[in-house]
């Protein structure tokens, strides 16, 4: 099933498809300026694509918001109404996102944000994003985050980590210095646990420009 999804949304949605992990609440060090700065600089530069998210509050919000300024900005340039390039992938009814994603989609003439259903929980969501995602780049995180960006790794996804931001993407970048996952890190719950098998996977992002550089390819 999973699989079969996957390929329906990549066929839905041609890539590159960039997520953006990070947390529902966000912890110290969070800054949302960065996540704002980085995908509204992405969506500038986009010429295909698509960006998402997994469709919660926190970083997830604050990636839209900075697209949808984006499109502001161009359409007060240019006249011509702007494509977010966004969608949120969130598990299958009931869950409902914020509000926000909608009204933030309001502003710029569409009905809603373009939602994709995927996975009965949230941790099947997790693993569907993962398994999507050409590029990841995680802003703060918490155990959630973890796991999307582990999985993702794993399965050969390049995962940029923006540097101070706090919580899962520090973790990553300390990873990423010492070439490896140190054990205290490894983070097990219920019956499932996830080390990082491949620390090259990391790259590390400490301005929003040089998260975008690296996300497009212009920089590695």
């Not at 399965?155 to 070439?179: H, M, P, W, Y």
């Amino acid at each position: 099933m999973t699989n079969s999804l996957v390929a329906q949304i990549r066929l839905d949605y041609p890539g590159p498809l960039i997520g953006f992990l990070g947390a529902t609440s966000p912890s110290s060090g969070y800054n949302p300026a960065a996540t704002f700065l980085t995908s509204s600089l992405l969506r500038k530069k986009m010429q295909k694509g698509r960006m998402f998210s997994g469709g919660v509050e926190g970083v997830g919000v604050d990636a839209y918001f900075g697209a949808i300024t984006r499109c502001l900005t161009e359409k007060e340039k240019t006249g011509v109404e702007q494509d977010d390039r966004f969608f949120i992938l969130i598990p299958i009814q009931p869950y409902n996102p914020p509000p926000a994603y909608h009204y933030l989609a309001q502003t710029i003439g569409k009905r809603g944000c373009q939602i994709v259903r995927a996975g009965e929980s949230m941790y099947e969501r997790r693993v569907v994003l993962a398994a999507v995602a050409d590029i990841g780049i995680v802003f703060n995180g918490g155990h959630g985050t973890l796991h999307e960006a582990v999985v993702a790794m794993n399965n050969g996804v390049k995962i940029i980590a923006f540097e101070g931001s706090g919580g899962t993407a520090d973790k990553l970048c300390q990873a990423e210095r010492e070439g490896e996952w140190a054990q205290a890190d490894v983070y097990t719950m219920q019956c499932w646990k996830i080390e990082i098998t491949e620390p090259s996977s990391i790259l590390v992002a400490r301005t929003p420009e040089e998260a975008v550089e690296m996300a497009l390819g212009e920089k590695r």
